[in-house]
Nanobody, 122 residues
Framework: VQLVESGGGSVQPGGSLRLSCVASVFPHSTKCMGWFRQAPGQEREGVGFIYTVGDNAYYNKPVEGRFTISQDKAKNTVYLQMDSLKPEDTATYYC????????????????WGQGTQVTVSS
């Protein structure tokens, strides 16, 4: 199992970044793919997830309307488009997946990447 994130970096408030996650288990072994983030000194929190079949996506309140998750099954890749970034979005972002036989709940994510850093600062 391998999940590799990329696309992190530093951006000014109001800017955009797109993260990518190439996952060996996606799409054949996943029910959904998601993104989490963890800021220094804080617990990891869910950002959003997308169902592997059907493309329905869900987002947590802090990012709703600003972030968009999409997927390209032919490329085994899931994306997180982040717009209107705020300093409070600064965190390490992790790609994650739920096994195909499980339900898409925040507690069911078991495949993990190594993370990519996003810093939003002026």
């Amino acid at each position: 199992v391998q999940l590799v994130e990329s696309g992190g970096g530093s951006v000014q408030p109001g800017g955009s970044l797109r993260l990518s996650c190439v996952a060996s288990v996606f799409p054949h072994s996943t029910k959904c793919m998601g993104w989490f983030r963890q800021a220094p000194g804080q617990e990891r929190e869910g950002v959003g997830f997308i169902y592997t079949v059907g493309d329905n996506a869900y987002y947590n309140k802090p990012v709703e309307g600003r972030f968009t998750i999409s997927q390209d099954k032919a490329k085994n890749t899931v994306y997180l488009q982040m717009d209107s970034l705020k300093p409070e979005d600064t965190a390490t972002y992790y790609c994650s997946g739920v096994e195909r036989e499980r339900l898409c709940r925040w507690t069911e994510f078991s495949y993990w990447g190594q993370g990519t850093q996003v810093t939003v600062s002026s």
